[in-house]
């Protein structure tokens, strides 16, 4: 398994910017695959990015492209996310996670470990 520590969640208004940021240690073949989800109140986790640790391909949740970037930094073990134009409905808990699995997927079932999420609300 690996660990994972999401940090830089918080309050912003709606159209200003956060940049998370998840911490990897552990084995590399455990984190193949990372991905962000989020989960707001009352509703089921929902995939926003991937990326593959080796290469760096990326893929989006629909609703996310063109506002939020996933990147990686292999000397830091780093992944992150960052959100543009922020919307209320980004309100989340942001997860971050690992998959051990070569296959890209955007279920969280796909995934093995998890970290303990980084609250981002966004005002109106």
């Known amino acids: 398994q690996v660990q994972l520590v999401e940090s830089g969640g918080g309050l912003v208004q709606a159209g200003g910017s956060l940049r998370l940021s998840c911490v990897a240690s552990?084995?590399?073949?455990?984190?193949?695959?990372m991905g962000w989800f989020r989960q707001a109140p009352g509703k089921e986790r929902e995939f926003v990015a991937g990326?593959?640790?080796?290469?760096?391909?990326?893929y989006y949740a629909d609703s996310e492209k063109g506002r939020f970037t996933i990147s990686r930094d292999n000397a830091k073990n780093t992944v992150y996310l960052q959100m543009n134009n922020l919307k209320p409905e980004d309100t989340a808990v942001y997860y971050c996670?690992?998959?051990?699995?070569?296959?890209?997927?955007?279920?969280?079932?796909?995934?093995?470990?998890w970290g303990q999420g980084t609250q981002v609300t966004v005002s109106s």
């Open positions: 996670a690992a998959s051990a699995s070569l296959r890209v997927g955007a279920d969280p079932a796909d995934f093995d470990s």
């Open positions: 552990g084995r590399a073949f455990s984190r193949r695959v």
């Open positions: 990326i593959v640790w080796i290469g760096g391909s990326t």
